[in-house]
T-cell receptor, first 118, second 112 residues
Framework: AQTVTQSQPEMSVQEAETVTLSCTYDTSESDYYLFWYKQPPSRQMILVIRQEAYKQQNATENRFSVNFQKAAKSFSLKISDSQLGDAAMYFCAYRSASYGGATNKLIFGTGTLLAVQP | DARVTQTPRHKVTEMGQEVTMRCQPILGHNTVFWYRQTMMQGLELLAYFRNRAPLDDSGMPKDRFSAEMPDATLATLKIQPSEPRDSAVYFC??????????FGQGTRLTVV
């Protein structure tokens, strides 16, 4: 069974600085998707970024980028020029690209709570 | 602006009462998830539907919980009878095939 591990329960960053959140996963599949979701105090789950496993190029969305290391099964999120609005819980998630059975569910890590200091 | 709609946003009920939570997935999405979020357990997958058929409900307490999709525009999660330990935020999410899921705003349930 696939698992997602986030080993940093909490992180802190100064405003305008850069922070990296870690995520590792375990799977025997070769084709899958990885995601980072953000959950601010409003509790809304917001998709931040998506990475397809077959793509070697790391995904980027404005100030958010990932470091995807497929062989190491690592998927970290880098937030550049951190802003106060980035303070939130961040969840890493995995989803099989196989569309044939119940294994296609979205699996989450335990989350990393990011604080942004002014 | 397509979004997943969940009702109610908040629910306070007494122990033993039936609770029904509703979700309207994004039009065209064929997969629906129900998650429960608590401080202790984090995000737990309760049920997963594809094309309205339940594919996985192994995370759901079968004795009191039930999930259905009467049609493509409505997913429901029922708890009967409710217990204080069911207090949590319940999220519905929808997606298309194997890609990302989009979440509703959640239902905060308090059972007293």
């Amino acid at each position: 069974a696939q698992t997602v591990t986030q080993s940093q329960p909490e992180m802190s960053v100064q405003e305008a600085e850069t922070v990296t959140l870690s995520c590792t996963y375990d799977t025997s599949e070769s084709d899958y998707y990885l995601f980072w979701y953000k959950q601010p105090p409003s509790r809304q789950m917001i998709l931040v970024i998506r990475q397809e496993a077959y793509k070697q190029q790391n995904a980027t969305e404005n100030r958010f980028s990932v470091n995807f290391q497929k062989a190491a099964k690592s998927f970290s999120l880098k937030i550049s020029d951190s802003q106060l609005g980035d303070a939130a819980m961040y969840f890493c998630a995995y989803r099989s690209a196989s569309y044939g059975g119940a294994t296609n569910k979205l699996i989450f890590g335990t989350g990393t709570l990011l604080a942004v200091q002014p | 602006d397509a979004r997943v709609t969940q009702t109610p946003r908040h629910k306070v009920t007494e122990m033993g009462q039936e609770v029904t939570m509703r979700c309207q997935p994004i039009l065209g999405h064929n997969t629906v998830f129900w998650y429960r979020q608590t401080m202790m357990q984090g995000l737990e997958l309760l049920a997963y539907f594809r094309n309205r058929a339940p594919l996985d409900d192994s995370g759901m307490p079968k004795d009191r919980f039930s999930a259905e999709m009467p049609d493509a525009t409505l997913a429901t999660l029922k708890i009967q009878p409710s217990e204080p330990r069911d207090s949590a935020v319940y999220f519905c999410a929808s997606g298309f095939k194997g890609t990302e899921a989009f979440f509703g705003q959640g239902t905060r349930l308090t059972v007293v």
